[in-house]
């Protein structure tokens, strides 16, 4: 490693000392500005070429999930937990490795307009996408952008995969040399009634872009799809879910893998259909790296939810549930899950940061009539006016604002009591930073 590789990298290890190792970017920004190619330098350095999660929704949760599979079975790896996805995020998480210079491969979680920049340096062993989704709007635009900065950055090895969602079609229109598909048997719904579908990501063909019709439809523009007019349709899937069973905590699962015909059930420690598909990515993922049933069932039933994706906390001897919202498909799936519990309280932070989306328009097309039987509903934030207004459209009249985010988290903690009501907070993502800042304070 040259001179300058290493001053970054002491710049960055005296960043921690300073600002201290919980920080998620910081060092790695300033290591970046003494050596701009320090991270590709460093994953080119791994004897085994990068594993990367992109997509909308999910990130973090199927990452986790498939870092997990790595650790339970005893691999040397890397990978950014915190979540931050874009280049000094993950530079950061791998310079607080310790033992940096003998892990041989990363798994990163990575923003979609970063993927590329990443993957021209070193290609990628393995890239899982799990969704697209309208997001940052003022950021990304509209998905054809997002999918078209996602397609540029499929640089694989020529031995590489694409793990793919069959059931988003928007995510179907990716193309690599070798793709493995994932999803849910349409026979997992037979006789079941489908869920209202809001704000769905409704796709067209990608070959006479006529609009897409569906057989079935579940989450979103997800769904057994095909097109009316010429021969396109949902692709078979390698690895699929054949039986589901949701309930509130957890969902029990039969996975079949097609090469093999192997099956595997197992209990995914986290509630929500949303929360089906990030697992099953991971399942696909590392079923493809050549982990056995086995150590992906002990990594997945082992997991431990990263902060604020579906984590269960303690705060004031209360337990709160924690579910980042950022965009409509994403927050309407966490809103219909809570409209389930009839013993939820729900407290809802909202900011408008650079790092949330300036543009909050995906309030209107998220579907919070779901809290109609909530009420009072706890409101904060930089946009909790924004929040408070789209409520009372979904036609709530009890809203109790605060204007500090500490302030709303002590009144919704003191007032309800857990073991009358179950407590949810749902922030956009710099809240969930502060939220995470005040949790910690209070265990202090």
Same mark, same amino acid.
């Given at each position: 490693?040259?001179?300058v590789?290493k001053?970054a990298?002491?710049?960055a290890?005296?960043v921690?000392l $300073?600002?201290?190792?919980q920080?998620?970017s910081?060092?790695? =920004?300033? !290591?970046? @500005?003494i050596a701009p190619n320090l #991270?590709?330098d460093i994953?080119?350095?791994?004897s085994?070429?990068?594993i990367?999660?992109?997509?909308?929704?999910?990130?973090?949760?199927s990452?986790?999930f498939l870092a997990?599979?790595?650790?339970?079975?005893g691999q040397?790896?890397?990978?950014?937990?915190?979540g931050?996805?874009?280049?000094?995020?993950?530079l950061t998480a791998?310079l607080?490795?310790k033992?940096l210079?003998?892990?041989e491969?990363?798994?990163?979680?990575?923003?979609?307009?970063?993927l590329?920049?990443?993957t021209?340096?070193?290609?990628?062993?393995?890239?899982?996408?799990n969704?697209?989704?309208?997001d940052?709007?003022?950021r990304?635009?509209?998905?054809d952008?997002?999918?078209s900065?996602v397609?540029k950055?499929?640089n694989?090895?020529?031995?590489g995969?694409? $793990?793919a969602?069959a059931d988003?079609?928007n995510v179907c229109? =990716?193309? !690599?040399? @070798?793709?493995i598909?994932?999803? #849910?048997s349409p026979q997992?719904?037979?006789g079941k009634n489908?869920p209202?579908?809001h704000a769905a990501?409704?796709?067209?063909?990608?070959?006479?872009?006529?609009?897409?019709?569906?057989?079935?439809?579940?989450?979103g523009q997800?769904g057994?799809?095909?097109c009316s007019?010429?021969?396109?349709?949902?692709?078979?899937t390698d690895?699929?879910?054949?039986?589901l069973h949701l309930q509130?905590?957890?969902s029990?699962v039969?996975?079949?893998f097609?090469?093999?015909?192997?099956?595997?059930?197992l209990?995914i420690p986290?509630?929500?259909?949303?929360?089906?598909y990030n697992?099953?990515?991971?399942?696909a993922s590392?079923?493809?790296?050549g982990f056995s049933?086995?150590?992906?069932?002990?990594g997945?039933?082992?997991y431990?939810?990263?902060f604020g994706?579906s984590?269960?906390?303690?705060y004031r001897?209360k337990?709160?549930k924690i579910f980042?919202?950022?965009?409509?498909i994403?927050?309407?799936?966490?809103l219909?899950?809570?409209?389930?519990?009839?013993?939820a309280?729900?407290?809802?932070l909202?900011?408008d940061n650079?790092?949330d989306?300036?543009?909050?328009?995906?309030l209107?097309d998220?579907?919070f009539?779901?809290?109609?039987d909530?009420?009072?509903?706890?409101?904060?934030?930089s946009?909790?006016?924004?929040?408070?207004i789209?409520?009372?459209?979904a036609?709530l009249?009890k809203?109790?604002?605060?204007?500090?985010?500490k302030?709303?988290?002590n009144?919704?903690s003191?007032?309800?009591?857990d073991?009358?009501?179950?407590?949810?907070i749902?922030?956009?993502y710099?809240?969930?930073?502060?939220l995470?800042k005040l949790?910690k304070?209070?265990k202090?």
């Amino acid at each position: 490693m040259d001179f300058v590789n290493k001053l970054a990298i002491w710049s960055a290890q005296l960043v921690f000392l $300073i600002l201290s190792k919980q920080s998620t970017s910081a060092p790695g =920004l300033v !290591a970046t @500005k003494i050596a701009p190619n320090l #991270l590709t330098d460093i994953l080119n350095s791994f004897s085994k070429p990068p594993i990367l999660i992109t997509g909308t929704n999910g990130k973090s949760t199927s990452t986790g999930f498939l870092a997990n599979i790595f650790q339970s079975a005893g691999q040397e790896f890397t990978h950014n937990r915190s979540g931050a996805n874009l280049k000094s995020g993950l530079l950061t998480a791998i310079l607080k490795e310790k033992n940096l210079n003998n892990l041989e491969q990363a798994v990163l979680e990575v923003d979609e307009a970063v993927l590329h920049s990443l993957t021209s340096h070193r290609k990628a062993k393995l890239i899982l996408v799990n969704n697209f989704f309208r997001d940052q709007l003022d950021r990304f635009g509209e998905m054809d952008k997002t999918i078209s900065l996602v397609q540029k950055g499929l640089n694989l090895e020529p031995d590489g995969v694409l $793990i793919a969602n069959a059931d988003d079609p928007n995510v179907c229109k =990716l193309k !690599a040399s @070798k793709i493995i598909y994932f999803g #849910l048997s349409p026979q997992v719904w037979a006789g079941k009634n489908n869920p209202e579908i809001h704000a769905a990501e409704l796709g067209h063909c990608p070959i006479c872009a006529t609009d897409l019709t569906y057989k079935a439809q579940w989450l979103g523009q997800f769904g057994d799809f095909y097109c009316s007019s010429c021969n396109y349709q949902k692709p078979k899937t390698d690895i699929t879910i054949t039986k589901l069973h949701l309930q509130v905590e957890l969902s029990e699962v039969e996975v079949h893998f097609q090469d093999t015909n192997q099956k595997l059930n197992l209990k995914i420690p986290l509630a929500g259909l949303f929360n089906v598909y990030n697992a099953l990515g991971a399942i696909a993922s590392a079923y493809m790296v050549g982990f056995s049933l086995e150590q992906i069932k002990a990594g997945i039933e082992n997991y431990q939810p990263l902060f604020g994706r579906s984590q269960i906390v303690n705060y004031r001897n209360k337990k709160l549930k924690i579910f980042l919202i950022k965009n409509p498909i994403g927050a309407s799936e966490v809103l219909r899950l809570i409209n389930l519990d009839s013993r939820a309280k729900v407290l809802i932070l909202i900011n408008d940061n650079y790092a949330d989306s300036r543009d909050i328009c995906w309030l209107w097309d998220s579907h919070f009539e779901y809290l109609k039987d909530k009420s009072p509903i706890y409101i904060s934030g930089s946009r909790a006016s924004d929040m408070s207004i789209r409520l009372t459209y979904a036609g709530l009249d009890k809203i109790n604002y605060f204007r500090k985010i500490k302030t709303a988290l002590n009144a919704f903690s003191d007032e309800n009591n857990d073991q009358e009501h179950n407590l949810y907070i749902l922030p956009t993502y710099t809240a969930l930073l502060e939220l995470t800042k005040l949790l910690k304070l209070e265990k202090k």
